[in-house]
DNA sequence: TTTTCTATTGTTAACGGTAACATTACCACA
DNA sequence: TGTGGTAATGTTACCGTTAACAATAGAAAA
């Protein structure tokens, strides 16, 4: 347990050259005499030979790992944002450091300094409020920095995401369409895509001269919190007819929760998600829903991260993808 | 962009002092003389000085990072292996490196000597079966290795799981013992684990004089796969009245697809999912599922190694977890 | 035979921190 | 006045790999 892993020394001392010879063939076979290739095959398979990154690390400051850093990773959304960085990422041959922060700015100032430290070559971040000091680091950082989420972000970065405001006013929008109007907003965790899209529903409401109500809280969504709302708010305003809610899983659990009290889904109240998770494409009823490309983004960031690491100027950029507003049969038909 | 980050020497020089007195203050600000204290920290803040973990990984081995191997990061069952992961390693100041190998030891061995180039300090990994080079590497690399997931994994390393095999054959007794016969097992990806649940179905259908009937595919679970499956199953054997399935995604999207059809859950098939997920115990009618302690397996697997991390010994142990029989709502009361 | 070239291997230094040891300066005390 | 002690700071070497340059030997060319 305690002996440590063999070097290139440990493997050139067995076959009885310099480690440079062996470091040579490792790269590049082509340069080491056909005699030598086999004997230096067989001792790095024999000690198990593998090769140490923090010493290239250290003298060219290229790590080939990406920081990812995110608010949340058991946040379905999140996951999939990762598969679709790591599509992109992994066959080009780097590695994905990821960390979270807990949707708190201190925390994630913190990770930055960690995920800086490692010398991540790039870094995926995904809220537009940092710290002073977290500003600073990332201006600083001489590395190519990418925010995904929210594209109407005010930071200055590179910026791919999509409008979560007017997303959000369309699904509100067309809930009215369909005949809903008293539409509560079922909030969570209460960070900057979640105020945008509770700006939107209020514009839309409000075009339409109706009151927005917000149901509201700072801990995270999830199903039973969608019914606990829905109970709450049934109480406080017996007379809704419809829900919007911040994302998937408080939408199903309101679902589930009006399952139980009988109550009819669209009929008596509409209800409508974010994201459009499988589930929410498979349940009975189907989900309104706004689809958004979470996915896609993840690609789209970690692509734009590797053509600047190839050389590429990389500028300042915002790349605003479409979201798409899917009816489903939890609201009204016209 | 291309200016890089400042080293300790950029500080030392702007204050007047030698790196050593730099990094002395950092690390204990009491050993430097109060004068100094004051200008070495604006020179920090001046310069937005990150430290470097580079040098001390290169020169102790010691990363201060731990290795997580999964077969996928975007299934609910590891992401929330990974919240018990880093609920312990996080506030120890570990920072977690995760990578995920599609189910592939071709691709887990790459990973794996990926991670240990890195020179992770210890390393979590989740499949019994691995390349022999793979188990080389795990035996040489020096470090403490955990396995979680399956408590009945023949590997020789520490193991943290529960039993498959004995949670399949539980579950399918107590849908027999519910009233159902003709039981279907929904099976996908079909790795060790699920290989494991499909034993014990098998067990506890034939000690009933019980015909096994299994339904699988090597490729992903999903709420589409189950609704594909019942389908399929509906055709090709007519008077099934029970699904057991490998997880609660596809008992979902069979559900869902009863619903569908107007076949009455759980009066004419009854349903089981595995794994107990929020949305299980959230729907209607409740879900029929195995429960089983996710993060508590991340939470134990990530205390196991910072004890041999902080110098105990790290011996080959197996711990078993329980799991837990819910009922629910999709098979038939007793 | 001698020179030149080339293929192969070797040598040195560097990356940025820190442990271990060395030095300096100042003070207290005999 | 000199000795010893101590607090503060400096110096050196090292971790493992590779870029850059150096050296060697053998073959081809003159």
Do not use: W
Request: aromatic letters at 6%; a negative charge; one cysteine or more.
């Amino acid at each position: 347990m305690k002996k440590k892993r063999p070097t290139l020394q440990d493997v050139a001392d067995l076959v009885g050259v310099t480690k440079m010879t062996v470091s040579r063939f490792i790269r590049n076979p082509e340069q080491v005499s056909g005699a030598l290739r086999d004997s230096i095959q067989a001792a790095l398979d024999e000690l198990g030979y593998i090769p140490n990154r923090a010493p290239d690390i250290l003298s060219k400051s290229k790590s080939h790992a990406i920081g990812v850093l995110l608010p949340s990773l058991t946040n379905q959304v999140f996951a999939e944002v990762i598969r679709g960085i790591e599509t992109v990422l992994e066959p080009e041959g780097y590695q994905t450091m990821l960390a979270h922060f807990g949707y708190s700015p201190e925390l994630e100032e913190q990770r930055i300094a960690t995920l800086l430290s490692y010398n991540v070559d790039a870094l995926i971040i995904s809220e537009s409020q940092h710290t002073p000091k977290a500003q600073k680091m990332l201006e600083n950082a001489g590395i190519p920095v990418i925010e995904i989420m929210d594209s109407t972000s005010s930071s200055p970065l590179h910026i791919i995401g999509i409008d979560n405001c007017s997303a959000a006013r369309e699904m509100t929008q067309t809930m009215i369409d369909h005949g809903h109007r008293n539409i509560v907003y079922f909030a969570a965790r209460m960070d900057q895509r979640t105020l945008q899209k509770i700006e939107g529903y209020k514009q839309a409401m409000q075009a339409n001269n109706l009151h927005p109500i917000i149901k509201e809280t700072h801990s995270a969504s999830s199903f039973t919190l969608g019914a606990q709302f829905l109970d709450e708010v049934l109480t406080q305003h017996p007379d809704i007819d419809g829900i919007f809610c911040t994302n998937d899983d408080l939408a199903i659990g309101a679902l589930y929760a009006c399952q139980k009290k009988g109550l009819k889904v669209p009929e008596q109240i509409g209800i409508a998600g974010f994201h459009g998770h499988d589930i929410a494409r498979a349940m009975v009823p189907l989900l309104a829903t706004v689809i958004t490309p979470r996915e896609e983004m993840g690609r789209l960031a970690a692509e734009a991260l590797l053509k600047g690491l190839q050389g590429a100027p990389f500028q300042k950029q915002v790349i605003e993808l479409s979201y798409q507003i899917e009816c489903g049969e939890s609201i009204k038909a016209i």
